[in-house]
C-alpha cells in the first residue's frame, strides 16, 4: 500500500512525528502532499515545538505557519553554530544604574534609576527580522532623588494595551504606572497612581514585584512580601508574610498548583516555595530547595528566579525551578522530587520541610561571580542564560547537553554586572549599569533592525554583519578566548 492511498486523517497522524526536512521533502512529491503539509503540517510541528517570544508576537499573528517554522529552524541552528548579532540597545546613561528588565507582547522597558525607557515591538516587511524601535523615556521623578529610584518592575494586564507597570522604589513605595505616548515624541508622559493601601514596605527597599493574572505581589529588602488581588476593590493586601532574612527576588507561578518563589539571604532557606490558596499565601513554606548538602546553603543566597525552558528533560511542568545563587551555580530543582539534600542536625527545623536536592547544577568553571538573573527559553526551547555579578559577562547552557556551556560578554566589555537578563526563542535582552543591550540568534537582521547608534567608545563594528564584536568562550577546559 502507497502512503498515498491511506485516508488523510492518518496522513496527518503520521504529520506529528516528522522532522522539519522530512516534512518539506514530503510537501514536494505530490500536489496533495503539499496542501496536507502547508495546511496542517506546519501547524501542527509549531504547535508541538512551541518557541514562545514576546518580542516575536506580532509578527508570528502575520506570518504564515510555514515563515514561522523557517523562522525557528534558522534561529535553532544559529544557535548551535553560536551564530548571533551583538548591540546595545542606546549610548552608555550618564552615571551607573541597577536597571531592571520587563516585557510583554507590545514592547520593551528598562528602568534605570527613576527613568523608564520604552522600546516598541514591530512587525517586519516582506523579508526582515521584526524590528525593536525606541519609543520613548519618561523620568517618575523632577528631581535626581537615589530615594525614588526604581528597584522593581513588572508589567500588569491592562485588557491588552501592554502599558501598564507595577514600579517599586528605593524607598518602599509601589506605583502603577501607565505610559502614555502622545504624537510622534520621544517622551513619554507617566500617568502614576499610588494606592495609599498597598504602602505596606516603607521605608524598606522594594526589591522585587510580581504579577499573575490578577495577583500581584511585592518583596522588600527585609523580607516582608505582601499579596494582592487586583479584582477587589478598593485593593487590599489579601496576605503578608515575613521571610525574616534579607530578600531578594520572587517568582510567581499560576500553573497546576500555584506558587511562589522566594530567594533571599536566609541560613535555613534561601529558596522557599509557598503555596497560593485561595489567592493568599501559605504562611509556611510547602518546600525548601537547597544545594545537595544543606551545610552550604548557610553561606549562599538567590539572587534570579524563573521557570524550567519547555523542551527540558523533565518536560514542560511549571513545578521545575530554575535559580542563581551566590555561588556562581545555577540549580535546578524539581518539586515533583523525593530527594532530600543532606542535613545535619544543626541545621535541622521541625516546622519546615526538608531542603530538596538539586536535579541538575550548572556553572562557568571559569567564574566565581555570584549569579544576579536567570531566564530560561533559547533554541529548541532547551536553553539557560545566566547573568554574572561582574565583567559583564552572559552565560548559556542548552540542558539537553549540559556539559557544552559557553559564555559571552556584553557589547562593550562593560565592568559591570548582568542586572537582569530575558532570554527568548532568538533574542537575549539583558542590561548592565551603562546600557540595554541584546544578543539576536534569528535570521535576517539589518542595520534597521535596530535602533541606530552613533560609535561608541569600547564597540568595534564588525564588517560582515550589522553587529559589534564581543568576546565569547567555551566552558570546556583548556578553551580559548574568541572574538565573534
Given at each position: 500500500?502507497l502512503?498515498?492511498?491511506?485516508?488523510?486523517?492518518?496522513?496527518?497522524?503520521?504529520?506529528?512525528?516528522?522532522?522539519?526536512?522530512?516534512?518539506?521533502?514530503l510537501?514536494?512529491?505530490?500536489?496533495?502532499?503539499y496542501?496536507l503539509?502547508?495546511?496542517?503540517?506546519w501547524?501542527?510541528?509549531?504547535r508541538?515545538?512551541?518557541?514562545?517570544?514576546f518580542?516575536?508576537?506580532?509578527?508570528?499573528?502575520?506570518?504564515?505557519?510555514?515563515?514561522?517554522?523557517?523562522?525557528?529552524?534558522?534561529?535553532?541552528?544559529s544557535?548551535?553554530?553560536?551564530?548571533f548579532?551583538a548591540?546595545p540597545l542606546?549610548?552608555?546613561?550618564?552615571r551607573?544604574?541597577?536597571?531592571m528588565?520587563?516585557?510583554?507582547n507590545?514592547r520593551l522597558v528598562?528602568a534605570?534609576?527613576?527613568?523608564?525607557?520604552a522600546?516598541?515591538?514591530?512587525?517586519?516587511?516582506?523579508?526582515?527580522?521584526?524590528?525593536?524601535?525606541?519609543?520613548?523615556?519618561?523620568?517618575?521623578h523632577?528631581?535626581r532623588?537615589?530615594?525614588?529610584d526604581i528597584?522593581?518592575v513588572?508589567?500588569v494586564?491592562?485588557?491588552?494595551?501592554?502599558?501598564?507597570?507595577?514600579?517599586?522604589?528605593?524607598?518602599?513605595?509601589?506605583?502603577?504606572?501607565?505610559?502614555?505616548?502622545?504624537d510622534?515624541?520621544?517622551?513619554?508622559?507617566p500617568?502614576i497612581t499610588i494606592?495609599?493601601s498597598?504602602?505596606s514596605?516603607?521605608?524598606?527597599?522594594?526589591?522585587?514585584?510580581?504579577?499573575?493574572g490578577s495577583l500581584?505581589?511585592?518583596?522588600?529588602?527585609?523580607?516582608?512580601?505582601?499579596?494582592?488581588?487586583?479584582?477587589?476593590?478598593?485593593?487590599?493586601a489579601?496576605?503578608?508574610?515575613?521571610l525574616?532574612?534579607?530578600?531578594?527576588?520572587?517568582?510567581?507561578?499560576d500553573?497546576?498548583?500555584?506558587?511562589?518563589?522566594f530567594?533571599?539571604?536566609?541560613k535555613?532557606?534561601?529558596?522557599?516555595?509557598?503555596?497560593?490558596?485561595?489567592g493568599?499565601?501559605?504562611?509556611t513554606?510547602?518546600?525548601?530547595?537547597?544545594t545537595k548538602s544543606?551545610?552550604?546553603?548557610?553561606?549562599?543566597?538567590v539572587y534570579?528566579?524563573?521557570?524550567?525552558?519547555?523542551?527540558?528533560p523533565?518536560?514542560?511542568?511549571p513545578?521545575?525551578l530554575?535559580?542563581?545563587?551566590?555561588?556562581?551555580?545555577?540549580r535546578v530543582?524539581?518539586l515533583?522530587?523525593?530527594?532530600l539534600a543532606?542535613?545535619?542536625?544543626?541545621?535541622?527545623?521541625?516546622?519546615?520541610?526538608?531542603?530538596?536536592?538539586?536535579?541538575?547544577?550548572?556553572?562557568?568553571?571559569?567564574?566565581?561571580?555570584?549569579?544576579?538573573?536567570v531566564?530560561?527559553?533559547g533554541g529548541?526551547?532547551?536553553?539557560?542564560a545566566?547573568?554574572s555579578?561582574r565583567?559583564?559577562?552572559?552565560s548559556?547552557w542548552d540542558?539537553?547537553y549540559?556539559?557544552?556551556?559557553?559564555?559571552?560578554?556584553a557589547?562593550?566589555?562593560?565592568?559591570?554586572?548582568?542586572?537582569?537578563?530575558l532570554?527568548?526563542s532568538?533574542?537575549?535582552?539583558?542590561a548592565?549599569?551603562?546600557?540595554?543591550?541584546v544578543?539576536d540568534?534569528g535570521?535576517?537582521?539589518t542595520q534597521d533592525?535596530?535602533?541606530?547608534?552613533s560609535?561608541?567608545?569600547?564597540l568595534?563594528?564588525?564588517?560582515?554583519?550589522?553587529?559589534?564584536?564581543?568576546?565569547?568562550?567555551?566552558?570546556?577546559?583548556g578553551?580559548?578566548?574568541?572574538?565573534?
Open positions: 500500500m502512503l498515498s492511498d491511506l485516508p488523510n486523517d492518518i496522513i496527518i497522524i503520521v504529520l506529528h512525528s516528522l522532522p522539519v526536512p522530512d516534512l518539506g521533502a510537501s514536494r512529491t505530490s500536489k496533495s502532499f496542501q503539509v502547508n495546511n496542517f503540517g501547524q501542527i510541528h509549531i508541538c515545538n512551541p518557541r514562545p517570544s518580542s516575536l508576537a506580532q509578527a508570528r499573528e502575520v506570518w504564515k505557519p510555514r515563515r514561522r517554522l523557517q523562522y525557528d529552524t534558522l534561529s535553532d541552528k544557535w548551535t553554530s553560536f551564530h548579532v548591540r542606546s549610548h552608555p546613561w550618564s551607573k544604574q541597577q536597571p528588565l520587563s516585557i510583554n507590545k528598562v534605570a534609576g527613576n527613568t523608564i525607557y522600546y516598541a515591538f514591530g512587525t517586519p516587511r516582506a523579508s526582515g527580522s521584526p524590528p525593536l524601535r525606541f519609543e520613548g523615556s519618561c523620568s517618575l523632577n528631581e532623588n537615589s530615594q525614588w528597584t522593581a513588572t508589567f494586564p491592562d485588557n491588552g494595551e501592554g502599558r501598564t507597570l507595577l514600579c517599586g522604589f528605593h524607598n518602599g513605595t509601589l506605583a502603577r504606572v501607565v505610559l502614555i505616548r502622545e510622534n515624541s520621544r517622551t513619554l508622559t500617568k494606592e495609599a498597598l504602602q514596605h516603607a521605608p524598606d527597599i522594594v526589591e522585587s514585584v510580581s504579577a499573575s500581584q505581589l511585592s518583596l522588600s529588602s527585609r523580607g516582608h512580601a505582601c499579596m494582592v488581588n487586583l479584582q477587589e476593590t478598593p485593593y487590599t489579601t496576605s503578608e508574610i515575613d525574616a532574612a534579607r530578600s531578594w527576588t520572587t517568582y510567581m507561578s500553573g497546576g498548583s500555584p506558587y511562589v518563589a530567594g533571599s539571604s536566609s535555613t532557606a534561601p529558596l522557599s516555595v509557598h503555596s497560593i490558596l485561595e493568599s499565601l501559605s504562611h513554606p510547602t518546600a525548601i530547595l537547597g544543606s551545610q552550604s546553603t548557610s553561606y549562599s543566597a534570579g528566579i524563573c521557570r524550567s525552558p519547555f523542551s527540558s523533565w518536560g514542560a511542568s513545578q521545575i530554575i535559580s542563581g545563587w551566590f555561588d556562581g551555580v545555577v530543582h524539581d515533583r522530587s523525593y530527594a543532606k542535613t545535619s542536625p544543626s541545621n535541622s527545623n521541625s516546622n519546615s520541610p526538608a531542603p530538596l536536592r538539586p536535579v541538575m547544577s550548572l556553572n562557568d568553571p571559569w567564574s566565581i561571580e555570584p549569579i544576579y538573573s531566564s530560561s527559553g529548541a526551547c532547551s536553553h539557560l545566566a547573568g555579578a565583567h559583564s559577562v552572559v548559556f540542558i539537553r549540559p556539559k557544552s556551556g559557553w559564555s559571552v560578554y557589547p562593550g566589555n562593560d565592568p559591570s554586572p548582568v542586572y537582569s537578563v532570554l527568548e532568538s533574542r537575549v535582552f539583558g548592565t549599569d551603562s546600557r540595554p543591550f544578543y540568534f535570521p535576517d537582521v533592525t535596530y535602533p541606530q547608534l560609535p561608541s567608545p569600547g568595534k563594528p564588525r564588517r560582515s554583519v550589522p553587529g559589534y564584536y564581543v568576546t565569547r568562550y567555551s566552558h570546556g577546559y578553551s580559548l578566548l574568541n572574538d565573534h
